[in-house]
């Protein structure tokens, strides 16, 4: 990460959003450098819960071996599929065996989701997460991520749009609250024109975030553009102003 850019981002997060927090991104590396190998326990373990972590300005690094949730392995691409009877957990559950969590109708719904997901080839790398002060030079964020009150998702959200004339630069697809930030992300980001990602409407996640808030994920790319925009949209009107006002 440029040094340049990652002050003018600061400076322009403070200029624009005052004090509300700043995000953090992650990306794929060969070593976890600076940052701290999580956890290794064998204990299930939300990946938002942990994110709280990095949040608050603690750099992480996960593989296969310290991600203590299936989804998170899956949608962070360390296992090509999901845990047995995936189908009937994320729909009704299996009688006397198994609750539902009843997120999609039915089991063979589900197994149609599935057929269409694809993966992001992880070749043996961790992934890394760091609140974006805390990025280095070797750094190369591919996903910058918010987690927002509605003030400040409503400045994010226009401007995804200000460069847009389909008014279509935000998606809210169905997922995990992991798949949101990075599995959805990631694919965004491989695109000519991404969009960023509108997420944490993830029930089960729901409880490690504060009630008030959402994540929007945005790709790297597409991050320059709305950054380079800043000066130039209604940031800069008495309009955006109110709205600081209250979220300082």
């Known amino acids: ?13 403070e200029k624009y959003f005052g004090k509300a927090e700043l995000p953090f991104v992650f990306f794929y590396s060969p070593d976890p450098g600076t940052a701290t190998l999580a956890n290794e326990k064998k204990d299930h373990s939300c990946i938002i819960c942990e994110l709280a972590k990095v ?4 750099s992480l690094a996960y593989n296969e071996f310290n991600l203590r949730c299936g989804g998170s392995l899956r949608y962070f691409g360390y296992a090509k599929g999901m845990r047995q009877n995936f189908e009937y957990f994320l729909s009704c559950g299996i ?21 269409k997901m694809q993966t992001i080839p992880t070749d043996g790398k961790y992934i890394i997460f760091k609140r974006w002060d805390k990025l280095e030079e070797n750094d190369e964020p591919e996903g910058v991520i918010f987690f927002a009150k509605p003030d400040v998702l409503s400045g994010l959200f226009t401007l ?8 279509d630069g935000v998606v809210a697809p169905f997922g995990s609250g ?3 930030i990075v599995f959805k992300t990631w694919h965004e980001n491989a695109k000519e024109n991404p969009k960023a990602v509108l997420g944490m409407f993830d029930c089960s996640a729901r409880p490690c975030v504060p009630k008030d808030t959402l994540s929007f994920s945005i790709p790297f ?28």
């Open 1 to 13: 990460m440029d040094s340049k850019l990652k002050n003018e981002f600061l400076q322009k997060w």
């Open 55 to 58: 949040r608050k300005g603690k």
């Open 95 to 115: 009688p006397g065996e198994m609750e539902g969590e009843r997120y999609i109708r039915t089991p063979e719904m589900v197994r149609e989701i599935m057929k």
């Open 160 to 167: 995804a749009n200000f460069d847009q004339v389909d008014g």
């Open 178 to 180: 992991c798949s949101s």
């Open 221 to 248: 790319k597409k991050f320059l553009t709305m950054m380079g925009n800043m000066d130039e949209s209604f940031l800069i009107t008495e309009t955006w102003k109110t709205v600081k006002k209250r979220i300082n």
